[in-house]
């Protein structure tokens, strides 16, 4: 999971091995990569109350391949719910930190679902 939650169930994916970008993968990679990142918004999908998932590659400020997979809700603020997800003022952002023993239960429900999407 993200280390912030503002929007629940937030969530990166690192690829393995490491690499900079998804250009760095052989073609099998990048169909893994992806159909992971795919499975992580099933998820979601299913043990949140989200009416879609956002997904981004970008790249620019951390250097290695990571995917953003992000669950929007209806119940967003009208000002941000059609934007990307980064347009949320920093206050919100970083008024919900991960939290461990708040988010474990919903981190258990994300792998199970994802065990039964693979």
């Not at 934007?83 to 994300?110: C, H, N, S, T």
């Amino acid at each position: 999971m993200c280390d912030v939650q503002f929007l629940r169930g937030y969530t990166i994916l690192l690829a393995d091995p490491v690499v900079a970008s998804i250009n760095d993968l052989d073609r099998q990679q990048r169909a893994e990569y992806l159909h992971d990142m795919t499975v992580i918004g099933d998820a979601l999908l299913e043990v949140t109350a989200a009416q879609r998932i956002n997904y981004g590659i970008l790249g620019n400020r951390d250097p290695y391949l990571h995917a953003h997979i992000i669950p929007r809700y209806q119940t967003e603020p009208e000002e941000f719910i059609k934007g990307l997800p980064w347009a949320y003022p920093k206050r919100l952002v970083e008024a919900v930190p991960f939290d461990y023993e708040r988010d474990k239960e919903l981190m258990q429900q994300i792998a199970a679902a994802i065990q039964k999407h693979l």
